[in-house]
């Protein structure tokens, strides 16, 4: 079908009015099941804020005339594009392959957010997030699946960039007041040990930080929270606002806490390095670039939290003069901090 056709190559500001037309005038009753995909094949290649305008624009139409079979579909496709690849991916890849994997995923993950993001801000979740099984089910919709992990118990593996969840805390994710589809997303997107999704926090709050009233003293009455429409109906509440900043602010002290042990880290190293070099007269190559690959991936974490604490409008964590190097116990080539700016670990980086 040309329609189908349409939407796979381009969902952008060129292709928006003549798309928008057929929706007003085709007859797209029993091709939802494939448009839907071939929806997320077009958003796949917004590259602009312009053309994720578009994009929301043509998802918009859509929903207005298939709410309940088009727009519960696009959502599962969404969220589970945005869950994280299994640890049994992860461990059948080289360090290389991983790298240039993670690269690839973060950058269309981005793209991704901010669509479920503008999606959520502009109402077109409401009848999956209100019904007590959604519209075929939250449970369906989010994709617990990914939530509660491949064995359905609470675990880490060290190398996937997902939380894993018992079915009893899955449970409670969802009975929590506030509770969204944008915040089950995001929630299943928190890694707390390695922060492997650390860009799309940070793309998070470049794009929704002050809509969603995420700083500290940020004003509700300025956010999206205090829009109501004609029926009395809000936008997003107030309460969803909190869920998600209280998850936002969790994330980033995790992120603080984790920076401050790879900055004790290096500072070990460094001064072993220097003992080295004093007691022998020179440092081999190998212990030289072993500093350097620990110094670029800790700038780079630096980077990411500094980046994060400012949108959140809190003060710039300092880090420690001195980090009492006797009573710290870490052994080096166990550690595994990751982190590398595009979201992969360094555990096995040469």
Not at 128 to 135: A, K, M, S
Not at 148 to 156: I, L, P, W, Y
Not at 185 to 208: I, P, R, S, V
């Amino acid at each position: 079908m040309g329609f189908i056709k349409k939407c796979k190559t381009s969902l952008g500001a060129d292709a928006e009015p003549q798309i928008l037309k057929d929706i007003k005038q085709l007859k797209l009753e029993k091709y939802i099941t494939e448009i839907a995909p071939a929806v997320f094949e077009g958003l796949l290649r917004c590259k602009t804020a312009a053309d994720v305008a578009s994009a929301i624009n043509i998802i918009s139409s859509l929903h207005t005339r298939f709410p309940d079979t088009f727009t519960p579909q696009l959502a599962s496709i969404l969220v589970k594009s945005l869950a994280a690849p299994s640890s049994k991916h992860l461990a059948s890849l080289t360090p290389e392959q991983r790298e240039k994997d993670e690269q690839t995923r973060i950058s269309k993950q981005r793209v991704l957010l901010r669509v479920v993001g503008e999606m959520y801000l502009s109402g077109l979740f409401w009848g999956i997030d209100t019904q007590p099984d959604g519209i075929g089910g939250i449970k369906s919709s989010i994709g617990l699946k990914n939530l509660a992990g491949e064995s359905g118990a609470s675990k880490s593996t060290g190398s996937a960039a997902t939380v894993s969840l018992s079915a009893l805390q899955v449970k409670d994710v969802l009975a929590q007041p506030g509770f969204s589809l944008f915040y089950g997303t995001l929630y299943g997107m928190c890694d707390h040990e390695q922060h492997h999704n650390a860009q799309l926090y940070m793309a998070l709050l470049k794009y929704f930080a002050n809509d969603l009233a995420l700083p500290e003293h940020a004003s509700i009455e300025e956010s999206v929270a205090s829009i109501v429409l004609e029926d009395g109906v809000r936008v997003v509440t107030q309460e969803q606002c909190n869920l998600l900043k209280s998850l936002v602010d969790r994330y980033y002290s995790t992120m603080s806490k984790r920076l401050v042990k790879m900055h004790n880290i290096l500072r070990k190293l460094e001064r072993r390095n220097e003992e080295r070099l004093f007691n022998r007269g020179q440092l081999h190559e190998e212990a030289q670039e072993k500093q350097k690959r620990w110094a670029t991936v800790f700038e780079r974490f630096n980077e990411q939290v500094t980046f994060v604490s400012e949108q959140l409008g809190k003060p710039l964590l300092e880090l420690p003069e001195e980090d009492e190097e006797n009573k710290l116990n870490i052994n080096f080539g166990a550690a595994n901090v990751g982190g590398n700016k595009d979201g992969s670990s360094l555990a096995n980086t040469p």
